[in-house]
């Protein structure tokens, strides 16, 4: 096998198009990520200013076999990223291969972690369960072999978890009879100050996750650059902020699983848009984040937000939701998520869906 580097306009549509050769044949495949892959192996992208991209394919008998990305961010600086991994089965050997290549391409580093595409905000995790169904937007989707291809690694799993939403919402509601948020309020984003808006959610990012694993402190223009494309999806309830005299302290990001608009190699367009707004079938919602400052931890923050987003979800015809995409090391985040998800829907909650991380020494 050969790993050549990506270099020209043909490579990079190889790069991009070996996907259509592995998830030909599944019907649970989304194409919904390839905005960000494109945007970080080829840019222009803010992340560029403070990390180095090389992008592979993977070559078996001079065929197109696989691709990936290795990262090395300078705010993450003791990692290199193995991203946007892509492979046909039956390639013996290739983990080790892409880690003698990074070794040499970064020879500082000091470790190396496969399933990490440059930034949380960007996507992580190689996908080890649920294969026969298609992803919620935003998390990971692969081929059930993958994690094969990693059993000599040290594996470093996430979960999410999936509940109803009416038992949910029926428990906020009770809770919600006379709020007293002791001072807290709630807003909705405003769309027609988006990057002002990104100022704070960037900010709130920074200072919530700095203890998360494999969080990087964020620039406000490559979260704006996330959140631009969507414009249209996005609506001004999906991202609530709550405030303590007028200052932001929490929020809430939450958004329709998109990809129930889409099939197989589609992309979110127009089309999309439209069948969206005129004739929504989205019937799942993710629970994608919700963070308030450390000194609010114990205030009503989280609470307020909630019930503030409830009407806008059952509004929605929504059903189910799904959220807590956790590493299982993070034992306070998952005991949290957990004891938060079973008080609100009198369920107990087991995991829906299992993810990995794969490291190792360089």
């Not at 005991?335 to 008080?343: D, H, Y």
Request: proline share 5%; net charge neutral.
């Amino acid at each position: 096998m050969i790993l050549k580097e990506v270099y020209s306009k043909r490579d990079f549509c190889a790069f991009y198009k070996i996907t259509e050769e592995i998830y030909s044949n599944n019907i649970f495949y989304r194409a919904s990520e390839s905005d960000i892959t494109k945007l970080l192996v080829e840019g222009p992208s803010a992340f560029h200013q403070h990390a180095t991209i090389h992008s592979y394919l993977i070559l078996h008998d001079d065929i197109v076999a696989g691709r990936f990305a290795l990262i090395h961010d300078q705010k993450l600086p003791d990692y290199v990223q193995v991203s946007f991994f892509e492979a046909q089965p039956g390639l013996p050997g290739i983990a080790n291969l892409i880690v003698e290549k990074a070794r040499s391409v970064f020879p500082i580093c000091k470790r190396i972690v496969f399933g990490l595409n440059g930034h949380l905000n960007y996507g992580a995790g190689i996908l080890t369960s649920n294969f026969n169904e298609a992803p919620v937007f935003g998390l990971p989707y692969n081929m059930e072999y993958y994690q094969d291809y990693f059993t000599d690694f040290r594996k470093i799993p996430l979960v999410s978890y999936k509940f109803p939403i009416e038992p949910f919402i029926e428990y906020h509601r009770r809770m919600g009879d006379k709020p007293d948020f002791k001072g807290i309020t709630v807003r909705k984003l405003n769309k027609r100050k988006l990057r002002q808006e990104t100022e704070i959610y960037t900010y709130l990012n920074n200072t919530c996750f700095t203890d998360h694993p494999f969080w990087a402190e964020r620039a406000v223009q490559e979260d704006y650059e996330l959140f631009h494309p969507f414009r249209f999806f996005i609506k001004e309830e999906n991202l609530l902020f709550a405030e303590k005299d007028g200052e932001p302290i929490g929020f809430f990001l939450w958004y329709p699983d998109f990809n129930q608009l889409l099939k197989g190699h589609r992309q979110l367009g127009l089309k999309q848009v439209m069948h969206y707004y005129l004739n929504n079938p989205i019937d799942t919602f993710r629970f994608t984040e919700i963070a308030v400052l450390p000194e609010y931890k114990n205030s009503h923050a989280v609470q307020a937000m909630i019930l503030c987003a409830i009407p806008y979800i059952r509004k929605s015809g929504i059903k189910y939701g799904e959220g807590g995409f956790i590493f299982e090391e993070n034992t306070n985040s998952i005991v949290m998520t957990r004891r938060f998800l079973e008080r609100a829907t009198g369920i107990k909650m087991e995991p829906y869906r299992h993810y990995a991380l794969f490291e190792t020494t360089l």
